[in-house]
């Protein structure tokens, strides 16, 4: 028997793929879902990191290049 989370899952990959549950079902087989969780499971990881245009990351960086400049400038 299916978990409830498993069951979601698997409405919302025929969702995304456009298949009803039936379809799903008969064309897939455990390994090829298996991939599929493994695949939105690192997507999902991917979405919560910062990326590298958020603003806090871009301020956080600036302020590490500032800091070497000026420890350059400083042991002159």
Not at 2 to 8: A, F, I, L, Q
Not at 21 to 43: G, H, N, T, V
Not at 48 to 67: F, I
């Amino acid at each position: 028997m299916k978990t409830n989370s498993e069951k979601r899952f698997l409405f919302r990959l025929a969702r995304e793929l456009g298949y009803t549950m039936s379809r799903l079902m008969k064309e897939m087989d455990s390994r090829e879902i298996a991939e599929w969780i493994a695949f939105f499971s690192l997507e999902n990881e991917d979405e919560k990191k910062p990326k590298q245009t958020d603003p806090k990351v871009l301020g956080e960086r600036m302020k590490a290049s500032m800091g070497a400049y000026n420890l350059g400038r400083n042991s002159r």
